[in-house]
């Protein structure tokens, strides 16, 4: 917190890529607007190996 007190500039974004993040993203596209979407979590999970 002091870092940022002295300069509030102390870090700048740095944009990355997140391949998890991503896969998210593109599910909650599916989630329906309104009530029937309301309370959805979309987590990620090991796919089972077959």
């Not at 509030?8 to 909650?28: D, S």
């Amino acid at each position: 917190m002091s870092e940022w007190e002295e300069d509030r500039f102390a870090y700048v974004p740095e944009p990355q890529r997140c391949p998890g993040c991503e896969l998210i993203e593109m599910e909650r596209e599916q989630v329906p607007q309104g009530a029937e979407g309301r309370g959805v979590k979309i987590g990620l999970r090991p796919r089972k190996a077959v």
